[in-house]
């Protein structure tokens, strides 16, 4: 990895000084380029450039631009469109990476008006993790559409604009080199991006611009994610000897996280712009992005926690209340009530009983070094012409997206064996325990090894590789490919003095197609039930002590500090000389023991986890386009209609007994999305605006699939497609006023509303615990899951059945399109202002300004009337059925909704100086579906969390600046809570602090 990085950063380095070096030859024999467009400097220019295209735009948008060169607000894009009114965003490990417009990340993301194509198997385009805020100019959302736009966004459309060639009004050469430190990471890594453009003009005014950007960048970022599941009761009427006078919320599992993810991106850009006359232009767009975003993890699990030998043995010392008051269930409110919950003690190595005879030891120590990639490639690229003749104008266009992923993942697992406990043996099973003390007070998961007890290991034997076996094995390679072809026309007539009021009219043609493929190949092998594994010091070179800084983030001393994991560098860049050393210490165990482990084996292609799905689109538009007055009130805007009409076609495979058989499955649609905007213009500084639109949201190319893929544990959920979802429908109705009192400065106020219909939902069936009088669970383990759930042929049995083996019913998620109407109505407020009008007053003081927006958001709607939009909770372990509420079922919610979010931001921007602090907020939301997403049979909540971001600039000249961007300042973590918010916490977050200092110099 260390070769690779070396060779892009030479690479980039390269491609920057050539470009540098031609900008300057080119620049001796250039003349001077005639533009009315300039680009903008400093904060205040910006703001104000951005007020004028969002004021004399005819639909509602909403526009950031660039302060210079390269040089949007933030580093990240994400965080870039966080600063928009109506826009709020998640983070992976604190670095933004989902967006969502009025509490939807079902949003499409354009770049320069063409589509791109994500690296997963989703609609959004491009990740935004992938494409840094460098290479970007201008930032512009959609929120209402008119006709002309593309069809598939339900909150706007994103649309990332790079520097056009022929706008720039003089030469440019631009260099930005920064390094980046994490806390966390203890780490600083380099950020160099560059942009060279020039145009030129010859005698007869034929124009020809050009314009290069390269960036390259890495990127090192650390979270902390403790987790405490309490998600079973121990009834007062238990007979184990933990039992209390009352029912409580007993301890089920706990795990310490620490992820790393290290990016590495380059990214090119060009364009290409010839103007051979006035009436047209050709133009050639290229964007070019390469990423490596590796991830080195380390999952400490303290499993086997629910044995009832070691719950009856735990000695709980301290108890909290927690309140899960009423949820909005089928009938109206269900009063879930309350429930006291484990909050401190010590958890003794115990064993069970079953059967007569004696089971494994717990709680056990297991160490998951998780490593894994996505390596990905993708490309945007567009030709085509914009051309005009006496009253007709118009454009040709062809593009292309295409992105190239592969995600490997490689997972060895070790397990602790305590010298201070009972030795696995044939009669006790592999396990054997460790005491574990745990505290979850004041809203912090702290759990280690309990010290001073004679089950107590000490330092050097959780630092010894003798005292680890081998645990598990799985390896994953995954390939996406996705891309999209468009071909393009738009024509307008201009119909000024034809028609009163009706200024040009509109058509176009679009037809795109979109391709995306997933192929995996899998291979698994647990050896946590084989006496005979061997112990990890038979591959010693392999294994290191794990990171023991996982108190940095808030300071707790109670973590698990001390234990070994394999290497996750060398797992990472070289899994397979980590496979062949415990090849050979299988092959050395059976030849001392004579048994018959089977050694780790190379992945294999599984058949039933391809899918490839093809989809064509047509779709025209005619749009009239108006601009006059209605009883003196000048008004304009556009009236239009869009149909589309879709066909797709879906291929996976089936494996029954052992033959693969592929299966075809074909579909079709098409709708009318009539759309509707219309500005008035109050007086000269207060506009109103309205919208009225249809949009369509289509499904996910993975939730239409065929094909099933399995994970390896007894608790993963497997999500299953369904080729038979519909697109669902969504109108949307906007009304707004805007008062711009000075020309940055803008006051405006917005009520929306939102309908849709067949609304994705996300569906999971448990199959049930059947919990015996001790607690043990007894999930069936026999295909076809008659109970409920999918067998899954490979994941361990573990606690989840008192039969030792492989193969289990494990729950299945799957999404389906929710009956009624799904409503969101919302309120937006925007402020932004400076005092430059008082500068001879205010002096240096002038250079002050603020930014502020809020937006509430609420959703309702007839879709509470049907009982399929509820899900059951309480998880396979039944817990209110266990407190006394039968059967409670909850509303499923919008994913990804906050209902109040804000921005505020102070800045300045005077005499070189520009400086900003931007604080945002949002309130809790629901995690959409993943594999661990769902607790109890309920989605987990991300509690409500702000962050501290700020930059200073300085400007030495007028080609020398330098400065230094916080992010995250005031390390906010992120809890996340299993049933109902701010009820019962399951996952702390702790995410890293990031400091950036560089210089930026233009030639």
């Known amino acids: 990895m260390k070769t690779s990085r070396n060779k892009l950063f030479r690479t980039t380095a390269s491609v920057i000084a050539l470009s540098a070096l031609t900008g300057l030859t080119g620049t001796a024999a250039a003349q001077d380029a005639v533009n009315d467009e300039v680009i903008a400097t400093g904060i205040r220019q910006s703001l104000a450039n951005a007020l004028v295209e969002k004021r004399q735009s005819d639909t509602l948008i909403e526009v950031i631009q660039a302060e210079d060169i390269g040089k949007l607000p933030d580093q990240n894009l994400a965080e870039v469109l966080e600063n928009i009114t109506g826009i709020q965003i998640t983070r992976t490990a604190g670095v933004g990476t989902g967006v969502q417009i009025r509490g939807t990340g079902a949003n499409r993301t354009e770049i320069n008006g063409v589509s791109s194509v994500g690296s997963g198997f989703g609609r959004t385009g491009i990740s935004f993790e992938d494409l840094p805020a460098s290479l970007i100019s201008s930032v512009e959302v959609t929120k209402v559409p008119e006709a002309a736009t593309i069809e598939g966004s339900v909150g706007g459309t994103i649309n990332l604009r790079t520097l056009r060639p022929l706008d720039l009004d003089e030469r440019i050469i631009a260099v930005r080199v920064q390094g980046e430190s994490s806390d966390l990471a203890e780490s600083i890594t380099p950020r160099v991006s560059g942009t060279i453009g020039n145009n030129w003009t010859n005698n007869k005014g034929q124009e020809l611009g050009v314009v290069f950007s390269g960036s390259y960048t890495q990127q090192d970022n650390v979270f902390f994610n403790p987790r405490a599941d309490r998600d079973a009761v121990l009834s007062s009427d238990s007979s184990l000897a933990s039992a209390e006078e009352f029912d409580f919320l007993r301890i089920q599992f706990f795990q310490q996280n620490l992820d790393r993810y290290e990016y590495e991106t380059l990214n090119l850009n060009g364009s290409l712009e010839y103007k051979p006359n006035d009436d047209l232009k050709f133009y050639v767009d290229g964007l070019y992005n390469d990423q490596e975003r590796t991830r080195e993890s380390f999952n400490i699990d303290l499993s086997g926690v629910a044995n009832p030998g070691v719950v009856g043995g735990t000695d709980y010392t301290g108890f909290e209340t927690i309140d899960f008051g009423t949820i909005d269930g089928p009938n109206g409110d269900v009063d879930l009530g309350s429930v006291e919950a484990a909050l401190s003690g010590v958890l003794f190595p115990g064993r069970n009983v079953r059967d007569g005879r004696s089971d494994q030891l717990d709680p056990n120590l297991r160490v998951t070094t998780q490593t894994g990639a996505r390596v990905t490639e993708s490309a945007v690229f567009r030709t085509g012409m914009d051309w005009a003749k006496d009253r007709f104008s118009g454009k040709l266009e062809i593009s292309t997206a295409s992105s190239e992923t592969d995600s490997p993942n490689f997972q060895p ?591």
Request: charged residues 20%.
């Open 413 to 1003: 697992r070790l397990e602790f064996v305590n010298p201070n406990s009972e030795q696995p043996s044939a009669e006790n099973g592999t396990d054997n325990g460790v005491p574990v003390q745990f505290d979850l007070s004041d809203g912090r998961l702290q759990f280690g090894i309990a010290q001073g007890l004679d089950s107590t290991p000490t330092t050097e034997q959780l630092l010894d590789p003798n005292n680890y076996q081998l645990g598990r094995v799985s390896f994953t390679e995954q390939s996406a490919d996705n891309r999209e072809t468009a071909l393009r026309l738009d024509v307008s007539y201009d119909m000024e003095d034809s028609i009163p009021f009706i200024t040009s009219f509109d058509a176009g043609y679009r037809f795109n197609t979109n391709s995306t493929e997933r192929n995996r190949a899998f291979s698994s092998a647990n050896y946590g039930n084989d006496l005979n594994r061997p112990n990890a010091g038979l591959f010693s070179q392999f294994v290191t002590a794990g990171p023991d800084n996982f108190g940095d983030a808030d300071g707790r001393d109670l973590f698990i500090r001390d234990y070994l994991a394999i290497d996750a560098e060398i797992a990472f860049s070289d899994p397979q000389s980590i496979v062949e050393a415990i090849n050979s210490a299988i092959a050395a165990t059976n030849a001392v023991t004579g048994g018959g482990t089977p050694p780790v084996s190379s992945p294999t292609e599984v058949a039933n986890n391809f899918f490839n799905i093809n989809e064509d689109t047509h779709a025209i538009y005619a749009q009239a386009n108006f601009n006059g007055e209605t009883s003196g009130l000048p008004i304009r805007g556009n009236l239009g209609i869009r149909y589309v009409d879709t066909s797709i076609e879906s291929i996976g495979r089936n494996v029954a007994q052992g033959q693969v058989s592929e299966t075809v499955t074909e579909s079709s649609y098409n709708f009318l999305l009539p759309r509707f905007n219309v500005v008035a213009n109050v007086t000269d500084d207060i506009l109103l605006r309205g919208g009225v639109a249809r949009d369509i949201r289509r499904p996910d190319f993975s939730d239409l699939a065929t094909s099933v893929a399995f994970g390896t544990g007894s608790n993963s959920v497997v999500a299953i497609g369904n080729p038979d979802l519909s697109p669902e429908s969504v109108w949307s109705y906007d009304l707004s006023a805007e008062y711009y009192f000075t020309p940055s400065s803008l006051i405006s106020v917005g009520v929306f509303h939102k309908k849709r219909t067949d609304l994705f939902t996300d569906v999971q069936e448990d199959p049930p615990g059947n919990e015996d009088a001790n607690g043990n669970l007894n999930i069936d383990v026999t295909p076809p899951c008659e109970q409920g759930g999918i067998f899954n042929p490979i994941a361990a049995r573990n606690i989840n059945s008192q039969i030792d083996g492989i193969g289990i019913c494990v729950p299945f998620r799957t999404k389906r399109n929710g009956e009624g109407a799904f409503t969101q109505t919302g309120v937006e407020a925007a402020f932004q202002y400076d005092l430059a009008q008082f500068e001879d007053r205010l002096g240096w003081m002038s250079g002050f300004g603020v930014i502020a927006n809020y937006t509430y958001q609420k959703q309702g709607g007839s879709a509470n009337d049907f009982a399929s939009n509820f899900r059951r909770i309480g998880g396979n372990r039944n817990i209110f059925g266990n407190l006394g509420v039968a059967d409670p079922q909850l509303r499923i919610a919008q994913d990804n909704l906050s209902k109040n979010s804000y921005n505020a931001t102070l800045f300045y921007d005077k005499y070189g100086l520009s400086a900003r602090a931007r604080y945002t907020w949002r309130s809790s939301y629901t995690l959409p579906a993943s594999v661990e997403s769902f607790k109890a049979g309920a989605p987990l909540i991300y509690s409500d969390r702000g962050q501290l971001n700020a930059n200073v600039t300085y400007d030495f000249s007028d080609n020398l600046s330098v400065g230094i961007e916080g992010v995250n300042l005031l390390q906010a973590d992120q809890e996340q809570y299993c049933i109902k918010n701010n009820t019962l916490l399951c996952f702390n977050g702790f995410t890293d602090r990031r400091l950036i200092a560089g210089v930026n110099y233009k030639f």
